[in-house]
C-alpha cells in the first residue's frame, strides 16, 4: 500500500524505517514500531490499519487520536485524565456524548467558545468567567441565543461589534453606539434597520458635520 505523499511528507525517519521494512518484508517489525511517537501511530493507522494490535495506545495524545481511538473501537482503552481543555473542546465538538467523561474544570476561555459554537447545550457547563471580550464575540456571532449569558459588553472594542452585528443584528440593543466610528456605513449596507441606532447615538464624524 503506498502512503499517500502529502501525508510522507510529513513523516518522521522512524515512520520512514519501518515502513520501508514493512514493505520489503511484509511483516510488522515490533522493535521499529518501539520507536513511534504519538505522530507515527496517527499516520500508520490510517495506511496500514493491520498494525492496529500493535499500538502502543499511552503513547496517543490529542483529540485527532482519541477519534482514533473512537473508530477503532478501542476508546475504552483511552486515558480521560491526560486530555486538557483543548482536547476536550475538540473531541466533544465530534462526539457529544462523551461529555459525562469530561473534567468541566479544564476548560477555559477559547475552549468553551469552539465547544459551544457546535454545541450550545452544555451552556449549563461553563464557568462564563473565563471567556474574554474576544471569545464572546466569536461566540455570538453563531450562537446569539447566549447573549443572556454574556457579561462582558462594555469590553467589547469596534471590531467585536462588527463582527457580532454583522451576522447578528437582532443584538444592536447590547451596543454602545458611541464605539462603532469607522464602520457604522459598512454596517448599515448590510443592515439598513440598525439606522435608528446610529441617529440616537451620533459618531464624532457625524457631530462635526453637524456643526
Known amino acids: 500500500m503506498i502512503i499517500k505523499s502529502k501525508i510522507k511528507k510529513f513523516s518522521s525517519p522512524a515512520f520512514c524505517r519501518w515502513e520501508e521494512n514493512y514493505r520489503a518484508t511484509g511483516k510488522i ?3 521499529l514500531l518501539s520507536a513511534f511517537q504519538s505522530r ?4 500508520a493507522f ?4 493491520e498494525i492496529i494490535p500493535f499500538v502502543d495506545w499511552k503513547k496517543l495524545r490529542g483529540f485527532r487520536h482519541i477519534r482514533l481511538l473512537h473508530q477503532a473501537g478501542y476508546i475504552n482503552r483511552c486515558n480521560w485524565l491526560k486530555l486538557n481543555g483543548l482536547e476536550w473542546a475538540c473531541f466533544l465538538a465530534f462526539k457529544p456524548e462523551y461529555a459525562e467523561k ?3 474544570a479544564k476548560l477555559k476561555g ?6 459551544l459554537k457546535r454545541h450550545p447545550e452544555f451552556a449549563d457547563k461553563c464557568d462564563w468567567s473565563t471567556l474574554s471580550h474576544f471569545d464572546w464575540a466569536n461566540l455570538l456571532r453563531r450562537q446569539p441565543q447566549l447573549a443572556k449569558f454574556c457579561d462582558k459588553w462594555a469590553d467589547f472594542w469596534e471590531v467585536d461589534w462588527v463582527l457580532i452585528l454583522r451576522k447578528q443584528p437582532q443584538l444592536a440593543p447590547f451596543c454602545n453606539w458611541q464605539k462603532i466610528r469607522l464602520c457604522r456605513e459598512e454596517l448599515l449596507k448590510l443592515h439598513p ?11 464624532e464624524k457625524g457631530m462635526k458635520n453637524e456643526r
Open 102 to 104: 469530561c473534567d468541566w
Open 29 to 31: 517489525d515490533k522493535e
Open 46 to 49: 490510517w495506511n496500514y490499519p
Open 193 to 203: 434597520e440598525l439606522q435608528n441606532y446610529c441617529d440616537a447615538c451620533p459618531s
Open 40 to 43: 507515527d501511530w496517527g499516520v
Open 110 to 115: 477559547p475552549h468553551w467558545c469552539c465547544l
